[in-house]
C-alpha cells in the first residue's frame, strides 16, 4: 500500500476508530481497577520532596546585575523577565508584570496504538514539583527542548524517538499551541497525536489507556494534567459533516477572529524585571504590592523517578482558585458553547478563542461589580443541576506552584440570547475541533473544556 493510499485509509477510518475507543469504557489493556491499583503505586513509589528556598539560594539560577532578571546559568530552560503591556481589552489597559519567558518549543506526544482492536494512549504517571499532589496522568513525552537534549545531563526521554522522528503516514496531530498567555511570553509547545505501527509495551510508569477512560478520569480532580488535556483535545475528533447546524458557518467565525485580532490593540514591551512597577522583590519572593495575581518563588526538588535526581528552580505560585466555564445551550437541537476571543499579552497572535468565564475572581474584587468578567455572575450562580461538568483541574506543574482552576460546563437553556457581545461567538464542538488542527485560534483553558465537552457529547 503506498504512503497516500495508507493516509487517506487512516483518514477515512478514523473518526470510527476514536468513537469506539470513546465507547470503551472500562478499557481493554488495563481494566479501571487495575489503572487505579497501578496509579497508587506510582504516587507511592515516585518520591518527590519540594522545599521552599530563597531566591537567591537558587543553585544554577541568579539575577543578572544589569536588569534583575532570574536566568539559569546555562541560558537554557526559562527565564523570568518583565513586560509592559497596553491594551484595549478589560478593565485595566495598562500596567507591568513579571513573565515566564520560554522561547524554546518542547513535545507534547501522545502515542497510539491498537489493542484488542481498539485505540489506546500511552500514559504516563509523572510527578510534577508544582503539582499539588505530586504525581498526575500526563502524556508519553511531555518536554521542553532543554530536556529532551538533555542540557541537564540526565536521563533520556522515555519514547521520544516516536515523535523526533515519526513516519509521517501515522501522525494524526502535529500542530503548535499556545499556553497561559498571562504567565508566559509566547510560550509554544508542539502538541502531537502519533499511532505507532511496532508493537510498543508500557513500561513501569506508562499505561495504555482508551480514550473512554481518560474521559472518565477527566472527572476527577487534579489527575488528568494540563499537558496531556491539550494534547487529546487536538486529537482528530468526527467528520466535517458534524458541523451541520452551527449558528455560524466556519468562514463567518474566521472572519469574526480576524476582525477581533485586526481591530484589538495591544502593545507588550520587554522591560528589565527591576523595572516592573507594583511588584517587588523579597528574599523569599517577587509579589504585587496588593497581593494580588501570582508570586514567583523558589524550590529545591529532589525525585527519584525524573531524569535528575535533585534540581532547583522557581516556580509561579497563583493567588487564589481559578473558574474556567464554558456556557452552554442547544440551539436546534445542536450543542453550542459560548465562545470569547480573549486578548492575552503572553499570545503570539492578538486574540484566541477562551471559555465564556477565565479569570480568578479575586483579582477582580477591587474594581467592583462594573470590572467584573462578563457572565461571571452567571457561573457562580449557577444550580448544582445546570452543571455538566464540575472539577478541579491542575495546571502546568512544572512552571505553576499548586495552579488550580475550577473547570464548569454550564447548560444556560435560553437565558442567554443569541446576540451576546461583539467579542463573544456560539460555537459548536466539530468548529473548535477544526480549529484545533491549527495553530494559536483555541487557548490552553479552553482546549481543556473541549476534551471535557468530547466526553459530554
Known amino acids: 500500500m503506498s504512503g ?4 487517506r485509509h487512516l483518514d477515512a477510518g478514523l473518526p470510527a476508530r476514536v468513537a469506539e475507543s470513546q465507547q470503551a469504557v472500562d478499557g481493554v489493556a488495563t481494566s479501571n481497577a487495575e489503572f487505579h491499583e497501578w496509579f497508587t503505586e506510582r504516587q507511592a513509589q515516585q518520591r518527590q ?17 544589569r536588569t534583575g532578571d532570574l536566568r539559569h546559568h546555562t541560558g537554557k530552560f526559562f527565564s523570568v523577565e518583565g513586560v509592559r503591556v497596553h491594551s484595549d481589552f478589560g478593565p485595566v489597559t495598562a500596567w507591568s508584570q513579571p513573565m515566564i519567558n520560554q522561547p524554546e518549543i518542547g513535545i507534547l506526544g501522545i502515542a ?5 482492536g481498539v485505540l489506546h494512549c500511552l500514559m504516563q504517571a509523572k510527578s510534577e514539583p508544582g503539582n499539588v499532589n505530586g504525581v498526575q496522568l500526563s502524556p508519553t513525552v511531555q518536554a521542553t527542548r532543554s530536556n529532551y537534549t538533555r542540557v541537564h545531563r540526565g536521563a533520556a526521554v522515555p519514547y521520544l524517538e516516536h515523535f523526533r522522528e515519526p513516519d509521517p503516514r501515522r501522525v494524526f496531530a502535529d500542530v503548535l499551541q499556545s499556553e497561559q498567555g498571562a504567565w508566559f511570553y509566547r510560550k509554544r509547545n508542539r502538541n502531537m497525536v502519533v499511532e505507532l505501527e511496532d508493537r510498543v509495551d508500557a513500561g513501569p510508569d506508562f499505561r495504555w489507556l482508551t480514550l473512554g477512560q481518560l474521559q472518565a478520569l477527566l472527572r476527577v480532580d487534579n489527575l488528568v494534567n494540563m499537558d496531556a488535556r491539550t494534547v487529546l483535545s487536538c486529537m482528530p475528533f468526527g467528520t466535517a459533516d458534524d458541523a451541520r447546524g452551527a449558528l455560524h458557518t466556519q468562514p463567518e467565525i474566521l472572519s469574526w477572529i480576524t476582525r477581533q485580532q485586526a481591530e484589538h490593540e495591544i502593545t507588550i514591551e520587554r522591560i528589565p ?7 517587588s522583590r523579597t528574599p523569599r519572593a517577587i509579589s504585587h504590592r496588593a497581593g494580588r495575581y501570582f508570586s514567583v518563588i523558589g524550590v529545591d526538588v529532589s525525585s527519584n523517578s525524573r531524569e535528575v535526581a535533585a534540581w532547583s528552580q522557581p516556580l509561579l505560585a497563583p493567588h487564589g482558585i481559578g473558574v474556567v466555564a464554558f456556557l452552554v445551550r442547544r440551539f436546534d437541537g445542536v450543542l453550542h458553547a459560548l465562545v470569547q476571543a480573549r ?9 484566541e478563542l477562551a471559555p465564556t468565564v477565565q479569570c480568578t475572581p479575586e483579582n477582580y474584587e477591587h474594581l467592583g461589580s462594573a470590572g467584573a468578567p462578563p457572565f461571571l455572575d452567571v457561573v457562580l450562580g449557577a444550580s448544582p443541576d445546570r452543571l455538566l461538568f464540575d472539577v478541579e483541574l491542575s495546571e502546568e506543574g512544572g512552571r505553576f506552584f499548586h495552579a488550580r482552576s475550577r473547570y464548569v460546563v454550564i447548560d444556560v437553556g435560553d437565558e442567554i440570547p443569541v446576540s451576546t457581545r461583539p467579542d463573544y461567538r456560539w460555537m459548536t464542538l466539530p468548529q473548535l475541533t477544526g480549529l484545533l488542527q491549527h495553530s494559536h485560534y483555541v487557548n490552553v483553558q479552553a482546549r481543556t473544556l473541549v476534551s471535557a465537552l468530547r466526553g459530554l457529547s
Not at 497516500?4 to 493516509?7: A, D, G, S
Not at 520532596?49 to 546585575?65: I, T
Not at 497510539?112 to 484488542?116: D, Y
Open 343 to 351: 486578548v492575552e499579552p503572553g499570545f503570539v497572535d492578538v486574540v
Open 4 to 7: 497516500v493510499t495508507l493516509l
Open 273 to 279: 524585571l527591576d523595572d516592573v512597577e507594583d511588584w
Open 49 to 65: 520532596d519540594v522545599r521552599r528556598v530563597d531566591l537567591d539560594a537558587l543553585a544554577g539560577w541568579s539575577f543578572d546585575p
Open 112 to 116: 497510539l496504538r491498537e489493542i484488542g
